[in-house]
C-alpha cells in the first residue's frame, strides 16, 4: 500500500535525483541528493530518503509538510496528506495519521483507487485508537473500491476478530485466501480466526502453511510458535518461497 500512495506523489518531486536505488521511484533509476530548500518538490525529496531508510516517522512528517507547503487546490496535496497518513500509521501514530488523512479525504486528487486505499489507511489509524465503529464504517466506503484487495479482507476479518464477530471474520478470511492463498499473513490470519471459531485442525493446518511459507520471517516464526502451543512442531523447508512480497 505504500507504494501506491507515495508514487502518486513523486511525479512532483526533483527528477531522477538519488545516489542509490529507490524502487519507489523506479527499479533502477538513481537520483542526487536533495536540494537544500524548504519547497514541496525537496520535502518530497527527503521524505522518500527518510522512507527508504525505515525512518517513517520522518517521511510522514515530511509528506505533511510538503502538503502544508502546497496548495490546497493541486491535487497532489490530497495525496501527499495521504502518503504522511500511510507512513504515520507504520510510525505507530494513529492519531496523526487520522488527522492527515482526514485532510487527505476532504480534498480532490485522490483517483480511482488511491481514494479506497486512503479510507482503508483511515480504518487502520480508527482501529489502532480502539474506535472500531469508525474503523468498520471507513473500510465499509472503501469496499466498493478496494473490494479486489486481499488485504482489504485481510484486515476486514482481523477487525471482525475485533468485534467479536467470527462468522464475518471467517468470510473476509475467505475471501483473502482465494486471492492470496499463499500469503503467509493472510494465513496466519486465517489461524487465528479458525482457533477463534474453535477450530483446532484448521488453526493448526493454516499455521503450519504460514510457517512453511515464510521460515525465516516474522510471521513464519510467529505461526510456528502458535502451532507449537497446540502441542506440534512444526516442520519447516527452509527453501519454501513466500508467494508475495
Request: net charge negative; aromatic share 4%.
Amino acid at each position: 500500500m505504500i507504494p501506491i500512495l507515495i508514487m502518486s506523489v513523486v511525479a512532483s518531486a526533483p527528477p531522477a535525483r538519488p545516489a542509490r536505488p529507490n524502487p519507489l521511484i523506479t527499479g533502477t533509476a538513481t537520483r542526487q541528493a536533495c536540494p537544500d530548500l524548504v519547497t514541496p518538490d525537496a520535502l518530497i525529496c527527503r521524505a522518500l530518503d527518510a522512507e527508504k531508510a525505515g525512518n517513517n516517522a520522518s517521511a510522514a512528517q515530511g509528506f505533511e509538510e510538503a502538503a502544508k507547503a502546497s496548495g490546497d487546490k493541486d491535487p497532489k496535496t490530497a495525496r501527499m496528506y495521504a502518503a504522511a497518513g500511510n507512513l504515520w500509521i507504520v510510525a505507530n501514530e494513529p492519531a496523526k495519521a487520522a488527522a492527515d488523512l482526514d485532510k487527505s479525504l476532504a480534498l480532490n486528487g485522490l483517483e480511482g483507487k488511491q481514494r479506497g486505499e486512503a479510507l482503508l489507511d483511515r480504518a487502520r489509524a480508527a482501529e489502532q485508537q480502539d474506535d472500531l465503529a469508525t474503523a468498520r464504517a471507513k473500510l465499509n466506503q472503501a469496499k466498493e473500491i478496494i473490494s479486489d484487495d486481499p488485504f482489504y479482507w485481510y484486515f476486514s476479518a482481523a477487525l471482525a476478530l475485533r468485534e467479536h464477530d467470527g462468522q464475518t471474520a471467517q468470510l473476509a478470511i475467505g475471501k483473502a485466501l482465494s486471492m492470496a492463498p499463499g500469503d503467509p499473513a493472510v494465513l496466519f490470519e486465517a489461524g487465528h480466526i479458525a482457533d477463534f471459531n474453535g477450530d483446532d485442525d484448521q488453526a493448526r493446518s493454516y499455521w503450519m502453511r504460514a510457517a512453511g511459507s515464510d521460515p525465516d520471517g516474522p510471521v513464519g516464526k510467529a505461526a510456528a510458535k502458535a502451532v507449537e502451543m497446540l502441542g506440534v512442531t512444526p516442520v519447516l523447508k527452509t527453501d519454501s518461497t513466500p508467494a508475495k512480497n
